[in-house]
């Protein structure tokens, strides 16, 4: 019916619980194969997704899916150090990639996974579903076309009370929450002002539970400037609960609480509520993917984006450890 294929790489929480029931909403693509290591988990997916055998792959016949016309698109949803690995064997496999934030653990491999889509003439997007997203969109707008006058400040604080599993292995994950759910909140003032950070300072906060949390940070704060004389506070945290998203303007503000659900998030301004509509974010994400790679035009959430960020997040992390302020 004209819809691209897609193949999720790893079948763990975020597959299963957004991406491949948004597939079942999109209109520009499905779920034409699955990538596990965990056979006990394939007949399900077949069953739920009718994905025939030939479209189901392990992580040792992975490449093999350079011979599969039916898959047109890889999307990587694995832990965070496998993102470069995978990415870069897609694009060798001649299949346009999308790939789950953070893009990678270092600025070098987001390098090298740009290298090898450009070298393979595919698309790389990341999975920035908040850019589809109406209130987000919105504040958007809040910095471009400036309805409450130039931002003065922002604030950014993205958290949960627990996590689980190798987002607590330093190795896997690259970090902790900043990784994590702080990306959320890099990316928000990002979009919010469209620019760029000119300078970091950060520190951790204070571990609540070290046994746990052993090489990684249980929470931290940093403070963001960018042109003009903007200061974004932000926050980030997997002992707090917090999800907030607030520019403060000239002539009043703007505030999204949640800001970064997968749902329910809910926009205030100085001038009363956003009203804007409940969406699928992960559908809308993947379907415009698919389109800009029908209509041959960029992706608008590309791989320079996704580099971008991981520049940042590594520039936190280095104002963390030696307690001073870097430049961008």
């Excluded at 957004?18 to 006990?40: D, F, N, R």
């Excluded at 992960?282 to 029908?294: E, G, H, L």
Aim: contains cysteine; charged residues 25%; neutral net charge.
């Amino acid at each position: 019916m004209g819809k691209l294929g897609i193949a999720l790489v790893g079948l763990g929480r975020y597959s299963a619980g957004q991406l491949a029931p948004a597939l079942k909403e999109t209109e520009h693509c499905y779920l034409a194969g699955i990538v596990t290591g965990t056979p006990s988990k394939v007949d399900k997916w077949k069953k739920d997704y009718d994905i025939p055998d030939q479209n189901v792959y392990n992580y040792q016949n992975f490449d093999e899916i350079k011979n599969n016309p039916e898959i047109d698109i890889i999307y990587v949803v694995l832990p965070n150090a496998l993102h470069a690995e995978y990415v870069v064997r897609a694009a060798a496999a001649g299949k346009h990639v999308i790939c789950e934030k953070p893009m990678a653990v270092t600025v070098e491999d987001c390098d090298k996974m740009i290298k090898a889509c450009n070298e393979a003439g595919k698309m790389l997007s990341i999975g920035y579903r908040l850019h589809f997203e109406p209130h987000n969109k919105e504040m958007m707008r809040t910095g471009k076309e400036k309805p409450f006058g130039n931002i003065i400040k922002l604030k950014a604080g993205n958290g949960m009370s627990d996590t689980e599993g190798w987002r607590l292995d330093k190795k896997l994950a690259g970090g902790g929450p900043l990784m994590d759910v702080g990306i959320y909140c890099v990316q928000g003032c990002r979009y919010t002002t469209g620019m760029e950070p000119v300078s970091i300072t950060a520190k951790e906060t204070p571990k609540t539970r070290p046994e746990q949390f052993v090489s990684l940070e249980e929470g931290l704060t940093w403070q963001m400037k960018f042109p003009n004389g903007i200061i974004a506070e932000c926050n980030t945290s997997y002992s707090k609960n917090m999800n907030l998203l607030r520019a403060d303007c000239e002539k009043g503000w703007a505030e999204l609480s949640p800001a970064y659900a997968y749902g329910g998030i809910k926009g205030n301004t100085s001038e009363g509520k956003m009203d804007f509509p409940q969406v699928n974010q992960q559908a809308r994400q993947m379907d415009d993917f698919a389109v800009a790679i029908k209509e041959k035009r960029p992706t608008r959430v590309p791989g320079e984006m996704g580099r971008q960020d991981v520049k940042i997040l590594q520039a936190i992390y280095q104002a963390m450890e030696t307690q001073r302020e870097v430049f961008l």
